[in-house]
C-alpha cells in the first residue's frame, strides 16, 4: 500500500479503536439514540427473495454501502492524480484521510440499521462529527499548508464534543450543528481566497450542492415519518433518500477539495 495512504489508515484506525473501546466500555449507555423499526418511515419485510431475514429494512440497511464504494473511488482518483503528478503526496495524504472515514462509516451505519443496538447507534452518531472536522482541517492546510498540531487539535475537540451527548439529549445535534456552521465557514473562506475565477466556479458549484446535500440529509431525515404516509415512500423513505445526500454530500466535499489540490500542485510548478 502506497506510504501516504497507508499512514491515512493509520490515522483513522486509532480514533476508531479508540471510540469503538469506549463505546463499547459503557460510557455513553446514557446517550438518547432511537431504537427500533418505528423510527423508521420504510417498512420491515421478512420475505424479499435472495435477501437474508437479517436485512428487514433492505433499502436503509444496503444504501449503507454508497459510503464504502465512494470512498474507495474517491482513494483511487487521488492516489492516480498523485501518481500522474496532478496532486502532491500531502494531498493524496490528507484526502486519503476522508476517504477512509467513509470507507469506515458504510458498516457503522450497516451493524446500526440490522442490530438496532444502542451502542451502534452511538458510533454512528459519533463518527459523524470527525467528517465536518476534516473538512475544517483540509481548507487549514489547502490555505496554511499541514500542520500536525492544528490538526489533531480540530480532532480531538471533534472526538470530545460527543461529550454534550451525556448533558442534553440534544448535545449531539447541538455539536452536529457547530461542526456544520464550522465546515461552511472555513469552506467559505477558501473559496473567497482563490484567485482562478475557473477555478471558483468549480468550486462554487461543488460547494452549492455539497451544502444542498447536507441540507437534504437533515430534513429528509427528520421529515421520514411524515413522508411516510404516502405509498412511494414505503420501501424508499426519507431516511433512505437522507443517506443517498449524506453519501453525495461526501462527494462534493471531495469535488470542492480535488481542483484546489490540483490549482495549487500547478502554481508550484511555474
Not at 472555513?186 to 484567485?195: D, E, N, P, R, T
Request: glycine letters at 6%.
Amino acid at each position: 500500500m502506497d506510504h501516504a495512504v497507508s499512514r491515512a489508515v493509520v490515522l483513522v484506525l486509532i480514533p476508531v479503536a479508540m471510540a469503538t473501546a469506549i463505546t463499547w466500555l459503557g460510557c455513553f449507555d446514557s446517550v438518547v439514540t432511537e431504537l427500533g423499526f418505528q423510527h423508521y418511515g420504510e417498512r420491515p419485510d421478512h420475505g424479499i427473495p435472495l435477501l437474508p431475514s437479517q436485512l428487514k429494512m433492505p433499502a436503509n440497511t444496503l444504501v449503507n454501502l454508497g459510503y464504502t464504494l465512494l470512498g474507495f473511488i474517491w482513494l483511487r482518483k487521488f492516489l492516480k492524480d498523485r501518481n500522474e503528478d496532478n496532486i502532491t503526496n500531502s494531498d493524496l495524504f490528507v484526502g486519503s484521510v476522508f476517504c477512509w472515514m467513509a470507507v469506515a462509516y458504510g458498516p457503522v451505519q450497516f451493524l446500526r440499521i440490522v442490530t438496532q443496538q444502542h451502542r451502534f447507534a452511538v458510533m454512528d452518531q459519533w463518527f459523524t462529527l470527525p467528517f465536518f472536522a476534516w473538512v475544517v482541517v483540509m481548507s487549514d492546510y489547502l490555505m496554511h499548508g499541514w500542520n500536525t498540531r492544528r490538526a489533531l487539535t480540530v480532532v480531538m475537540f471533534s472526538f470530545a464534543s460527543y461529550s454534550l451527548a451525556l448533558v442534553h439529549d440534544l448535545g449531539f445535534e447541538a455539536a452536529l450543528g457547530i461542526h456544520i456552521l464550522f465546515a461552511v465557514l472555513y469552506g467559505m473562506q477558501i473559496f473567497l481566497a482563490s484567485q482562478s475565477k475557473q477555478l471558483k466556479s468549480k468550486l462554487l458549484w461543488a460547494m452549492m450542492f455539497a451544502i444542498l446535500s447536507c441540507a437534504g440529509f437533515v430534513v429528509l431525515k427528520l421529515l421520514d415519518l411524515h413522508l411516510a404516509k404516502f405509498s412511494v415512500f414505503h420501501r424508499f423513505s426519507g431516511h433512505f433518500w437522507s443517506k443517498v445526500a449524506d453519501i453525495m454530500q461526501i462527494h462534493f466535499v471531495c469535488k470542492f477539495f480535488h481542483p484546489i489540490m490540483e490549482e495549487n500542485t500547478k502554481n508550484k510548478k511555474v
